[in-house]
């Protein structure tokens, strides 16, 4: 391990004072970020918070507005990404941003391919190609299309390109978030032989674990400003939640205790808000029973790919059922389509929230007002005066920052794009709400924020079908928790202190199938 | 850096995915080139079975008679497999290929020097090109529409040159035009003209480009369809690339109006209506994608091999010519469906 020593090494690189402003919003105010050679550096903070932002101004592809940036001492002002990589930035962006249409050795070496005269010299370059990708242990066909290859392997083309030059400094931003764990580890690997070779590298991740197993220094950001620059061995992981989101640790153990106190068992001889009996379709969710009363959240654990989706759209109507009954306060019901289940009070948030959730061309306002005017029809709509109230009750309500009805929801953070989804249902009123994977691939204090929502919620008397990946998270937020596997449901947990996700883990890995 | 480091003790197993070398060739990309080809070997067969008679369907002349009617098409449809490879479109080239035609015809008479007019001509090709490279790429205006406005724009400056046919009756000119070398005897004679030439030069200076250079492969990179954005991000010139496929584009359409007034010996202001829509009928033909990204140059080369011989059989089987029209309209949706298809697959 190098040892961060700030007064002996100098940075090869250090931003001051960098300031960059966007139509109505300053992005950055005043960031200072230093890299120091042989070292991994991580850059924190919410979504939001201005990380991407910083490295885009790094990488040249954002024009600073104020502050200074140097480079080996020298100074430089970026004009276009490659200037910055000719001064030895290199950068692996968050989404694979290569050519899948071309092959893998130019995706690696395209833009200082080996040439003679103006041509591209192919057998050079894929040996070169395959050469820097041996250095990841990737051993591909570099004459292959990149589009062949899985999401994983594609990043290692992409670390693999940013690394074909001697390059200074490496940017690394969320390249974990597709990998598996072992090529995590191999990742890890080659960022420490690199780091070990004397590259700075900045590392961007949203797992905390991956950050304290591969940083050493960490600077903090929020709302576009610095918090801080500290040694990650000397920061404690619940000090840097509460910088990242600005307020203390304790909030999140608030939620898990109201939750649990709020909705004490099963109450008998309550009708059920919804209940399912034998409802399944075929080849996509096994025959289940459910059950959710009012005031009560029932959460969905389940590995990817268990059925929890298919089991909540057959709820909602976004899929028909094709067995079994669905009772609606106790009466039967068919629910033929979202908007039947809308009427009837049954609100549906979906886990893709790019694609079938919010719309980035519309502003926050008329988001909020899709759903609601839905229900209306289109010959009756919302007077603007009732709209307003309503959208600025909820973005009050939420939090939505920033709270501007007219901004346009593509250029909100995820987690305030997801608040705004589900401002947009709650706007309906209803009774049940199904909330898929509500938290996804959005930062800690969006998460608490929106956990917390829901607990309010239920106490109110909304019952609440909550999915999500991280059992942890289910366990928090849920009385009861269905656990799915296999596109059933195997077993019903009702929450309290002796479950933990081992009881979860263990109910998927050992109940059978009946 | 460049050493592999060893010393590192748990090695983790590598990464492996390989194809050989032969199924790399059967992957979904070079799908649609091999139905152009499989296209192409069709026709010469049912042409062969026809009318092969003791002489033979297949045979040089017929070659060297398809390129000499295709040449100018030839040289558009390359200019604008670049453009379509971005995911863009070039509308103007025909109008463009009338206005070369109409300026020839109207300077030599005035007696500038021939050299001169010629690459006036072709100057007038990139002008429009240029033009249209601009509008796309710093005023951010659909390529359909910015290049709908030069081809309005082209074609009313014809009818500013003359509203009539004028004859080119330049004896340089004419020389040029009527130069070939014959080869053959009899009525097996078959030639090779500058026309031909030209056209082959062109197709094989673009794959050149296209393929072994590092503004070719930008070319394909551009249209991957994230509008330019991984190509920036790797540090190429993504803006540049995209404004030099028009450049091209226009440039293959000067070169195509001089070809076509070696054709026909004259310029008209009606002439090449439609013709654009022909070169991109046998680029799509030829195997590129038309939503970018993908093709390829000599494909584009068969394509308009494809698409002249449809006329051939036509007029061979004896019936009227807007019948070549219904069939290529109908080899061109087979081959959109296919590319489709393929897209699709892909996907899933």
Same mark, same amino acid.
């Given at each position: 391990m190098t040892t961060p020593d700030t007064q002996a090494a100098t940075p090869v690189v250090e931003m001051r004072g960098i300031t960059i402003t966007f139509p109505g919003v300053k992005a950055l105010d005043g960031v200072d970020l230093r890299l120091f050679p042989g070292e991994v550096h991580s850059l924190m903070g919410e979504?939001?918070?201005?990380k991407s932002t910083l490295i885009k101004a790094l990488t040249g592809v954002y024009q600073i507005d104020g502050g200074t940036m140097t480079v080996d001492g020298v100074e430089h002002r970026f004009s276009g990404p490659d200037e910055a990589q000719n001064a030895g930035i290199s950068t692996v962006y968050q989404? =694979?941003?290569?050519?899948?249409?071309?092959s893998v050795a130019e995706n690696v070496m395209l833009g200082h391919e080996p040439r003679t005269g103006p041509f591209i010299s192919w057998r050079k370059m894929r040996r070169q190609a395959a050469e820097n990708l041996a250095r990841l242990h990737v051993d591909i066909d570099p004459a292959s299309r990149l589009s062949a290859h899985s999401i994983a392997v594609q990043q290692l083309c992409a670390i693999a390109r940013a690394t074909v030059r001697d390059a200074k400094v490496l940017i690394l931003d969320e390249p974990t978030s597709s990998l598996q764990k072992a090529e995590v580890d191999e990742l890890f690997q080659v960022i420490r032989e690199l780091r070990d070779a004397g590259v700075a590298i900045l590392f961007v991740s949203h797992f905390l674990d991956q950050v304290y197993e591969i940083s050493d220094r960490l600077t903090i950001l929020r709302n576009g400003r610095l918090v801080g620059e500290h040694l990650a061995a000397e920061l404690p992981r619940r000090d840097l939640i509460g910088l990242m989101i600005g307020r203390e640790g304790a909030a999140l153990d608030a939620i898990e205790r109201g939750a649990q106190q709020a909705f004490a068992g099963e109450r008998e001889g309550v009708t059920p808000t919804i209940e399912a009996v034998g409802l399944g379709r075929h080849g996509r969710i096994e025959p289940f029973d459910l059950a959710v009363q009012p005031g009560e959240i029932v959460g969905l654990a389940g590995l990817l790919g268990s059925g929890r989706t298919e089991a909540v759209r057959l709820l909602c109507g976004a899929d028909r059922p094709e067995e079994g009954t669905l009772r609606l306060g106790g009466e039967d019901i068919r629910i033929s389509d979202p908007l039947v289940g809308l009427r009837n009070g049954i609100a549906f948030s979906s886990e893709d929230r790019k694609r079938e959730g919010i719309?980035?061309?519309? /502003?926050v306002r008329e988001n909020i007002a899709l759903a609601v005017q839905t229900v209306r029809g289109v010959w009756r709509p919302v007077p603007r005066k009732e709209l307003d109230e309503l959208v600025d009750r909820y973005i009050t309500a939420l939090d939505i920052r920033p709270a501007n009805p007219n901004q346009l929801v593509k250029n909100l953070s995820g987690g305030n794009q997801q608040k705004v989804l589900l401002a947009r249902w709650l706007a309906t009123a209803p009774k049940l709400l199904i909330l898929d994977e509500? /938290?996804?691939?959005?930062?800690i204090g969006a998460k608490t924020d929106i956990q917390k929502l829901v607990a309010e919620l239920a106490a109110d008397g909304m019952s609440v079908v909550f999915i999500s990946s991280e059992f942890e998270e289910v366990l928090r937020v849920s009385h009861r928790i269905d656990v799915l596997r296999d596109r059933r449901i195997v077993e019903s947990l009702t929450n309290g202190?002796? =479950?933990d996700q081992d009881t979860i883990l263990e109910a998927i890995a050992t109940k059978e199938v009946a | 850096m460049t050493t592999t480091v060893q010393s590192q003790a748990p090695t983790p197993a590598p990464v492996r995915s390989r194809l050989s070398g032969l199924r790399r060739y059967l992957s979904p990309e070079y799908l649609p080139i091999a139905g152009t080809i499989l296209t192409l070997i069709l026709m010469l067969v049912i042409g062969e079975v026809r009318y092969g008679g003791e002489r033979g369907f297949v045979s040089p002349k017929l070659f060297s008679n398809l390129l000499q009617d295709n040449a100018y098409l030839l040289v558009l449809a390359v200019g604008m497999t670049f453009v379509i490879i971005t995911g863009g479109i070039d509308l103007s080239v025909g109008a463009v290929v009338a206005l070369v035609g109409l300026v020839i015809a109207t300077l030599l008479p005035m007696g500038v020097p021939l050299p001169l007019v010629l690459i006036i001509g072709v100057l007038i090709g990139t002008t429009f090109g240029f033009l249209i490279g601009v509008l796309v790429e710093y005023f951010d205006i659909q390529p359909f529409i910015a290049s709908l406005a030069a081809m309005f724009l082209a074609r009313g400056l014809c009818n500013v040159v003359s509203v009539q046919s004028l004859a080119i009756k330049d004896e340089g000119f004419g020389a040029l035009a009527g130069w070939s070398l014959k080869f053959g005897e009899g009525r097996d004679i078959w030639k090779i003209n500058l026309s031909m030439i030209i056209a082959v030069l062109v197709l094989i200076v673009a794959y050149v480009i296209l393929h072994h250079t590092r503004f070719g492969r930008t070319v394909y990179g551009v249209g991957v369809g994230d509008g330019g954005n991984a190509v920036q991000l790797m540090g190429l010139k993504a803006g540049r690339t995209r404004l030099w496929v028009y450049v091209i584009s226009g440039t293959c359409a000067g070169v195509a109006g001089i070809l076509f007034a070696f054709y026909t010996k004259s310029g008209f202001n009606l002439t090449g209506i439609g013709m654009e829509l022909d070169a991109i009928a046998a680029v799509v033909i030829g195997g590129t994608l038309l939503a970018g990204g993908g093709g390829f140059v000599l494909g584009t080369g068969v394509g308009v091999l494809v698409y002249g011989l449809i006329q051939v059989l036509i007029a061979r089987e004896g019936l009227d010519s807007w019948w070549t029209k219904v069939f290529i309209g109908v080899v061109l949706l087979v081959f959109v469906v296919l590319q489709r298809a393929i897209a699709v697959r892909r996907r899933s």
């Open positions: 979504n939001g918070a201005g989404e =694979v941003n290569l050519c899948a249409n071309l719309i980035g061309d519309l /502003t509500p /938290t996804r691939g959005i930062d202190p002796d =479950v | -």
